[in-house]
């Protein structure tokens, strides 16, 4: 039976049909450089082998690396992989999630088909007293996302994984002892044409308008809590070791592909950050492997009493079809009806501890704005494959 809304759990992981399998990697390193130097590793296409960089294929202007560059390889497939007697291995996709300089860190999220997601983090530290010395700590965490995921995640799996980040360990001295001559980065292939919309919404209310505190504003930002503010909201919980929303937390929902894409298909989120002291949320959502999206969420106060709630949405095309997608006329404006619906919802509870129900004329509206955008997209190609011929009879199209 194909997943859906009636059997998804609600944030209850004992009602859960296939209770997903994780792993967590740890490989530390020792290079006799100083973090500048070895960090310079992270500003081309990370999770690459330097005699590998050639297979990889950047969706970006250039092939240095940045927040939001996916790119594709199979050496970590490989890895998970090896325990199957499959030659044909999913190719792996990655997606650039942190990178700062300031505080050496690099983060990743990686997704095999519908099977297996998970996050690579790299951080450097320099040693004490030894200036001239970093300590790399890299982190694979790696979760199935169904049953099929669940039969990877065997023994020989995360053995390959742990062998695949020793050989990232030693790859990453290796660019530290002999650095790319002035620093470029090493030839890749050229940047495919990679659309991109990105769309944000601010707001600022006042704490006395409102019955619920800061942090109490903040915690709606969770799957469990938007139960109780989101109409029509279900979700199923992946993972998540506290129950709610947290970094690593994965949840899948039916809510936003439908409304943004107009296609039927669950988003699946994948928590980046959930910082609570400072108010910031960020996720990266996936709908099928041709669209990729970065979500943030950030709660601030600006003066006492005041706040600014601001949502950011970036969608990214991975191949063709994705970027069909983000070309649909109306596409950008549906992003902002997102936001927008999230803003409405978000500080009708804050106000009245109530639900938000969107009106019936509005919801007629977005229907017809799915039919459209769905007509849209389906009648020309289907006006392409079958044409009348000259004398009244169908031919297809070459």
């Known amino acids: 039976m194909k997943l859906g809304p009636r059997n998804w759990n609600n944030g209850d992981l004992s009602r859960s049909r296939h209770p997903a399998r994780r792993f967590e990697l740890e490989h530390q390193v020792l290079v006799n450089h100083a973090p500048d130097q070895v960090f310079a590793w992270c500003r081309w ?7 590998e960089a050639s297979g990889l294929i950047p969706y970006h202007p250039s092939s240095a690396n940045a927040e939001g560059i996916t790119w594709n390889d199979t050496a970590l497939s490989e890895a998970l992989f090896a325990q199957t007697a499959r030659t044909d291995h999913h190719t792996v996709r990655w997606i650039t999630t942190l990178l700062d300089p300031q505080s050496w860190r690099l983060h990743a999220l990686f997704t095999v088909a519908d099977l ?6 790299v951080e450097m530290t320099p040693v004490q007293a030894q200036a001239d010395k970093t300590r790399i700590t890299i982190r694979l965490t790696c979760t199935a996302l169904c049953q099929r995921g669940n039969r990877i995640m065997g023994q020989k799996a995360e053995e390959g994984s742990a062998r695949w980040l020793q050989q990232l360990g030693d790859a990453i001295r290796q660019f530290a002892d002999q650095p790319l001559p002035g620093g470029t980065s090493p030839d890749v292939i050229p940047a495919r044409n990679c659309r991109q919309e990105h769309v944000s919404h601010t707001v600022e209310v006042n704490e006395k308008d409102l019955v619920f ?3 109490a504003a903040f915690a709606m930002a969770c799957p469990v809590a938007e139960l109780d503010w989101i109409e029509d909201w279900s979700f199923d919980l992946v993972y998540s070791a506290s129950g709610r929303n947290e970094e690593h937390c994965i949840f899948k929902e039916a809510l936003s592909a439908p409304l943004v894409q107009c296609r039927r298909g669950h988003t699946i989120w994948y928590t980046t950050r959930f910082v609570p ?3 910031h949320f960020d996720a990266v959502l996936l709908t099928g492997s041709d669209l990729r999206a970065l979500f943030r969420f950030a709660i601030s106060e600006l003066a006492e009493g005041r706040w600014r709630l601001r949502w950011d949405l970036t969608c990214l095309g991975i191949d063709d079809r994705g970027n ?3 070309a649909q006329p109306g596409f950008r404006k549906r992003m902002a ?6 803003e409405r919802s978000a500080l009708h509870y804050l106000r009245s501890g109530t639900m938000y129900r969107v009106p019936l004329k509005q919801k007629a509206g977005l229907v017809f704005s799915r039919v459209h955008a769905a007509l849209t997209r389906h009648i020309p190609g289907l006006l392409a494959r079958k044409r009348p011929a000259p004398h009244g009879k169908l031919i297809q199209a070459d």
């Open 116 to 121: 297996l997601i998970g996050m690579l983090a």
């Open 324 to 326: 069909s997608i983000i």
């Open 337 to 342: 009806q997102m936001l927008q619906f999230l």
């Open 213 to 215: 505190s800061r942090e």
């Open 277 to 279: 002291s400072t108010g």
């Open 45 to 51: 296409v990370p999770g690459a082998m330097p005699d």
